[in-house]
């Protein structure tokens, strides 16, 4: 299994980003998937993650109200449309893949995951 994250890039704040995902090697049907960052000297965090089986979502607080994941299941993707840009946003964006569903507790953990991608690079100026 392999996730392809892009979407990442230089905005100003206040600016909107679309993230995406694509998994290869799995049609995902009952997975769960999310998005992480790093921020530069910071611990990885999540983000957002979503539960292929039922499409139920769940948000970081600091970035509930803004972001939305969504899913593809035609395409086997997932995004993350980001509005209203912070300068707090700018980190390193990671994909995560979990063979199926998570409760919630466990859908926030990093070690939940088995499969991440690359990262890519979100940079929000002031």
């Known amino acids: 299994v392999q996730l392809q994250a892009s979407g990442g890039g230089l905005v100003q704040a206040g600016a909107s980003l679309r993230l995406s995902c694509e998994a290869s090697g799995r049609t995902l049907s009952r997975d769960t998937m999310a998005w992480f960052r790093q921020a530069p000297g910071k611990e990885r965090e999540f983000v957002a993650g979503?539960?292929?089986?039922?499409?139920?979502?769940f948000y970081a607080p600091s970035v509930k109200g803004r972001f939305t994941i969504s899913r593809d299941h035609a395409k086997n993707s997932v995004y993350l449309q980001m509005n209203s840009l912070e300068p707090e946003d700018t980190a390193v964006y990671y994909c995560a893949l979990r063979f199926g569903s998570l409760i919630l507790s466990s859908l926030k953990q990093e070690s939940s995951y088995d499969y991440w991608g690359q990262g890519t690079l979100v940079t929000v100026s002031s």
């Open positions: 979503i539960r292929w089986s039922d499409n139920n979502k």
